[in-house]
């Protein structure tokens, strides 16, 4: 399959790898938690302050809908990265020998 890449495709898959491997060495991390910890917190409180604050006009959630919407992509990142990172080192396992 890799061979039937372009030069960009290859490149970017390189990329992704080497992503890959620095963001699975984060996520086994301390800080990793926290962070999720932090995303799982704002998305919470963001969904009780829409349910709760009913006066509120809705374009006063805007500027905290968009940072929710740029953590779920940077996670969504890092979680692509590792299961290239991953996909990669299964395809290029060796076969056991029967």
Known sequence: MESEL?????QALSESLTRGSAFEEMVRSQGWGFIKAYYQAKIQRFAT????????????FEAER???IGLRKLIGLIDNDIKALENDRQKNKPVAKK
């Open 6 to 10: 372009s030069e960009e495709q290859k």
């Open 49 to 60: 302050s829409l349910l709760l604050e009913e006066n509120k006009p809705i374009s006063d």
């Open 66 to 68: 968009r940072e929710l």
